[in-house]
């Protein structure tokens, strides 16, 4: 199956500081990348949606200008969580969706990256 | 009402059990849906995708039950390895490409 890759894994922060995660897709171009956040025992919510050359649409409730996407090229979107603090603190995935399986068709997720904010 | 809603569990089941999960979505045109499996602390992944006339794959076997708006996941002969959480996900109404995921139904096949 499709392959994404998300890095880092892990990452542990001091608060105030910022964290970026990428998630790219490596075997297939995706127009458009989901971020979600997972807190424990909780079900994935998606935070945004990261279009390729355009601006993110994000969930209500997800402020814009601390969740900052990037979705530069047709594999590659990156989070940029800015000036972190404990409360962020969660499993962050990312999946995308080949472009030619449609709009319907199964997502890929990224291995998850855990951010801890100290 | 949540869009799509799990039994959380617990299922603990002894190894060779058939076990069945279900899932209630709210979305009545909603047309695919998946179940993706997530182990502890990793990513989901992809297990079965569920449309009108069901789907098996192996000991798996995915139903949809429109009338009464509930997709099931049926086991059989359920393994040590099948022990995760299962995710049960459907399309958004405001928008067919973004889905909500259930908050997963947890499995445990004892020895």
């Known amino acids: 199956g499709a392959v994404v890759s998300q890095h880092p894994s892990r990452v542990i922060c001091k608060s105030g500081t910022s964290v970026k995660i990428e998630c790219r897709s490596l075997?297939?171009?995706?127009?458009?990348m989901f971020w979600y956040r997972q807190f424990p025992k909780q079900s994935l919510m998606l935070m945004a949606t990261?279009?390729?050359?355009?601006?993110?649409?994000?969930e209500q409730g997800v402020e814009k200008d601390k969740f900052l996407i990037n979705h530069a090229s047709l594999t590659l979107s990156t989070l940029t969580v800015t000036s972190a603090h404990p409360e962020d603190s969660s499993f962050y995935i990312c999946?995308?969706?080949?472009?030619?399986?449609?709009?319907?068709?199964?997502?890929?997720f990224g291995e998850g990256s855990r951010l801890t904010v100290l | 009402r949540k869009e799509v809603e799990q039994d959380p569990g617990p299922f603990n089941v002894p190894e060779g059990a058939t076990v069945a999960f279900n899932c209630t979505y709210s979305n009545s045109a909603s047309q695919s849906f998946f179940w993706y499996r997530q182990d502890c602390r990793k990513e989901p992944k992809l297990l079965m995708s569920?449309?009108?006339s069901g789907n098996e794959d192996g000991r798996f076997t995915a139903q949809l039950n429109r009338a009464s708006q509930y997709i099931s996941l049926l086991i059989r002969d359920s393994k040590l390895s099948d022990s995760a959480t299962y995710l049960c996900v459907a399309p958004r109404r405001d928008n067919f490409n973004k889905f909500y995921f259930g908050s997963g139904t947890k499995l445990n096949v004892k020895p």
């Open positions: 999946s995308a969706r080949p472009r030619a399986s449609g709009l319907t068709g199964e997502l890929f």
């Open positions: 075997d297939f171009q995706a127009t458009t």
């Open positions: 990261s279009n390729e050359g355009s601006k993110a649409t994000y």
């Open positions: 569920v449309y009108s």
